[in-house]
């Protein structure tokens, strides 16, 4: 983690007076305007949601993934959570006891089938239900609607050298890799970036 953050910060933009996202500050009224519209338009389906993952599993309905933005700064990436709030001892065990599965993420960090994923969870990423919640970002500054996928610091240490045009903006809620899954599932030397938490 602490040779992924050096790296990154190596490729962090120079200290200009004042530093700017890429689309500057029209592209910024653009995200607000429609951030705060589909916050509005959706807030009966953002109510239904929260329900669902409140009343499905135990544990919060929102979940909050450390997640770099602009010029590597770290921000708390909003979904509605969709696994289990023991997911790292529910792997571990399922991991043990199904060697085919083990050998599996140990080649992709991905299952096919995750036992950590909830039902509702399931549902939510398969219609992307669960990123609503990251209009909230888009209002805070921190994501754009439209731009790069968010990342975790070990996702882009793998960037080489496209991690400066990552930093040079802010994260999007949807953009080519959300659109296009065939064009963008293999990333950055080969290591698959899609289905994160």
Not at 70 to 79: A, H, I, W
Not at 166 to 172: F, H
Request: charged fraction near 25%.
């Amino acid at each position: 983690m602490k040779e992924a953050a050096r790296y990154i910060k190596s490729f962090q933009l120079p200290s200009l007076s004042p530093v700017k996202p890429v689309g500057l500050s029209g592209k910024r009224v653009i995200d607000i305007a429609l951030a705060g519209f589909g916050i509005v338009l959706l807030c009966p389906l953002l109510l239904l949601c929260f329900a669902a993952c409140r009343l499905s599993s135990p544990g919060p309905a929102l979940f909050g993934h450390r997640r770099i933005g602009f010029q590597g700064k770290y921000f708390r990436c909003f979904k509605f959570r969709t696994m289990v709030i023991n997911g790292d001892e529910v792997l571990r065990e399922y991991l043990a006891s199904h060697p085919e599965a083990n050998a599996e993420w140990e080649a992709t960090r991905k299952l096919r089938f995750d036992p950590r994923v909830t039902a509702i969870g399931s549902i939510f990423r398969k219609t992307s239900l669960d990123e609503i919640p990251q209009l909230f970002n888009v209002l805070r500054g921190e994501m754009s609607i439209v731009g790069p996928r968010p990342v975790t610091e070990e996702e882009l240490a793998r960037y080489s050298t496209s991690v400066g045009s990552y930093l040079a903006r802010r994260p999007g809620i949807t953009g080519l890799c959300s659109r296009n899954a065939r064009t963008c599932t293999r990333l950055a030397g080969g290591h698959d970036f899609k289905n994160q938490p």
